[in-house]
């Protein structure tokens, strides 16, 4: 009696908590990066992103005013001030003036300079600098101190990253450049994979059944394998150095899998409808664009989450066909991989960057999820 159909197993609890376990896994790198994107870099290196609510320890650099400020009081030169100057006060817990040694010191203890002279600092920043003969030199001395910082968010990450090609290396530029890459690699092969797989499953023609064994056996064919070849036919024909030659390249490495993927769907369609448009008067082009086309749908939208995610991801294919010397039609991950050389120590701008490139997809794969399902189970029951 156990295995009566219908029956919930008892093991129904663990495949809740693989499913639960699965989406922590994925969950919790993502709102890692969506929080840390909005920190400072100082506060990304002092305390982990589940730790951005609270007030965590830093180590901050200041420097003190410059040499030409000193003046003399009883024979000591001297410069005082304040290292909080302009901003918010901070909780000091120690001080250094080497970075070998940032925590030497505790507030109101006084450090012998190496430079000469000393230097004693107060739990509300204050300084005081004294040396018997003039301070030297055109900027201050730099202090590091560990004090408890407040918890800060901010934009200025994504202005850095987007707006200013400076610093963020045109990620903003490189953002619509992945656009204009994946939008139409999306576009062009559903187009053309709609109507190869209609002919595929409701015309009559000599060599269907080999057209179809040859799609299935391109699948498992790896793309790495005709990247050279198809990198030799575009160049020779003029199309291998912009946009054009990366869309043919992913139409044609997309192919299969859309077709294969629709026609299994579109032959699962009622045969009735078919041939009762066809009985009406129907051509070909009419039952494919007003019957056909409409109840594919959630193939059609299945298809394009796979196709719009690999091409927005993809790295190899577009170093290979976007060949361009100044950087004008580099994609998002193209500059993230540069970026990593160029600003590795920058975890902010790192963070807000794998942030904006997964941010698409992910909207892309929530408002089209619900035809995801129905979509790959095409075919499979009858």
């Known amino acids: 009696m156990d295995n009566i159909a219908g029956k919930r197993s008892s093991l129904t609890w663990i495949v809740h908590i693989t499913v639960a376990a699965l989406v922590a896994l994925w969950l919790f790198p993502t709102v890692g990066l969506f929080v840390s994107s909005f920190r400072t870099g100082d506060q990304i290196s002092a305390s982990g992103w589940w730790r951005a609510l609270g007030a965590s320890e830093q180590t901050l650099t200041f420097r003190t005013a410059a040499p030409d400020t000193q003046v003399e009081e009883g024979g000591f ?170 869309w043919l390249a992913h139409t044609g490495f997309g192919m299969p899998l859309a077709i294969y993927l629709l026609r299994n769907y579109m032959a699962g369609l009622p045969r009735d409808l078919i041939e009762n448009a066809r009985v009406d008067g129907a051509s070909e082009f009419q039952i494919f664009t007003k019957l056909i086309l409409p109840l594919s749908f959630p193939a059609l939208a299945s298809f394009a989450i796979f196709q719009f995610l690999w091409t927005w991801n993809d790295l190899l ?57 129905r979509g790959l189970l095409a075919g499979s029951v009858k």
Request: charged fraction near 15%; proline fraction near 5%.
């Open 77 to 246: 030169y001297v410069v005082e001030g304040n290292l909080f100057e302009g901003g918010d006060p901070l909780d000091l817990r120690a001080w250094g003036v080497s970075s070998r040694e940032v925590d030497a010191f505790r507030t109101g203890d006084t450090a012998e300079l190496r430079k000469g002279g000393t230097l004693t600092l107060s739990p509300d920043g204050g300084y005081r600098m004294e040396n018997t003969e003039p301070f030297s030199g055109k900027r201050g001395q730099r202090v590091f101190v560990s004090a408890v910082v407040p918890p800060e968010f901010t934009l200025e990450n994504y202005n850095n990253l987007l707006f200013k090609a400076g610093q963020g290396e045109g990620m903003g530029e490189a953002f619509i450049n992945t656009l204009t890459v994946t939008i139409p690699a999306t576009i062009i092969p559903i187009l053309v994979a709609a109507f190869a797989a209609y002919a595929l499953a409701w015309m009559e023609f000599p060599g269907r059944a080999l057209l179809i064994a040859i799609i299935v056996g391109l699948l498992v064919v790896p793309l790495q394998l005709a990247l050279i070849p198809l990198l030799k036919l575009h160049l020779g024909i003029g199309i291998g150095k912009g946009y054009l030659g990366v």
């Open 317 to 373: 294919v577009a170093k290979v066909f976007l060949i361009d010397s100044t950087g004008q039609t580099t994609v998002m991950t193209a500059r993230i991989v540069e970026m990593l050389g160029t600003r590795g120590g920058n975890w902010e701008i790192l963070a807000t960057a794998a942030f904006v490139s997964i941010a698409v997809p992910l909207a892309v794969f929530f408002a089209m999820q619900r035809y995801l399902v």
